[in-house]
């Protein structure tokens, strides 16, 4: 269901705004020049902000076989547009499903139906699913990290948002920071009850019994 508004949208809303325009002549750039870097917009027009490859370049090879299948039949370009979208819809939506999915594990199935019903009502994030903005790389690799948060993946979730801080968004770090903080006391936490329960019988046993 989820995938089907966010194509619904990518379909009637295919045209990029300002803030996509380095993504998509980025992919446009690989999938069609290839290694010819001397033939890519980016050298030309740079912009007065340093920007990543690294999102385009992923998304890129992802889309890359049905964007060759479309380049042999000489289909318009718009429709190599709208496959990079739906293959960084499905890429956004994809992450959002190993959120969804440790949901259901962690609160039941019917938190699961709420999420998935107040996700499908409200319109922003499926319609910004498949734009290619820095924010949205950045999504999907939050949306990997609270998965692995909530499978108590710890190292992986730290992994995931400093990918996303790092590489796509600085400000990540204002999210970073608090589940840092808050792992590290979790980990703290454990470490401190190992130590307490190995050097001190009675206070393991008063443990066991509550």
């Given at each position: 269901m989820l995938g089907s508004i966010a194509a619904f949208y990518a379909v009637m809303a295919p045209y990029t705004k300002v803030e996509e325009s380095f993504n998509v002549q980025a992919m446009h750039d690989i999938l069609y020049h290839s290694y010819h870097i001397e033939k890519y917009d980016h050298l030309e027009f740079p912009g007065v902000v340093p920007r990543t490859f690294i999102g385009a370049f992923v998304i890129s090879i992802l889309s890359s076989p049905a964007v060759f299948v479309l380049r042999l039949l000489?289909?318009?370009?718009?429709?190599?547009?709208l496959t990079v979208q739906l293959t960084l819809s499905c890429v956004t939506l994809m992450c959002l499903r190993l959120l969804r999915v440790q949901v259901k594990k962690k609160f039941?199935?019917?938190?699961?139906?709420?999420?998935?019903?107040?996700?499908?009502?409200?319109?922003?994030?499926?319609?910004?699913?498949?734009?290619?903005?820095?924010?949205?790389?950045?999504?999907?690799?939050?949306?990997?990290?609270?998965?692995?948060?909530?499978?108590?993946?710890?190292?992986?979730?730290?992994?995931?948002?400093?990918v996303a801080?790092?590489?796509?968004?600085?400000?990540?770090?204002?999210?970073?920071?608090?589940?840092?903080?808050?792992?590290?006391?979790?980990?703290?936490?454990?470490?401190?009850?190992?130590?307490?329960?190995?050097?001190?019988?009675?206070?393991?046993?008063?443990?066991?019994?509550?």
């Open positions: 000489h289909v318009p370009k718009f429709y190599s547009l039941g199935h019917q938190a699961e139906a709420f999420f998935v019903a107040l996700t499908a009502i409200q319109f922003h994030l499926l319609f910004y699913s498949s734009r290619p903005l820095p924010n949205i790389f950045a999504l999907a690799l939050v949306n990997l990290a609270y998965s692995f948060w909530f499978k108590g993946s710890y190292l992986c979730t730290l992994q995931a948002l400093i801080a790092v590489v796509f968004r600085c400000d990540m770090i204002l999210l970073l920071g608090p589940i840092g903080l808050a792992l590290l006391l979790v980990c703290f936490s454990v470490g401190s009850s190992k130590i307490l329960h190995k050097h001190c019988p009675y206070m393991h046993r008063i443990h066991r019994a509550s």
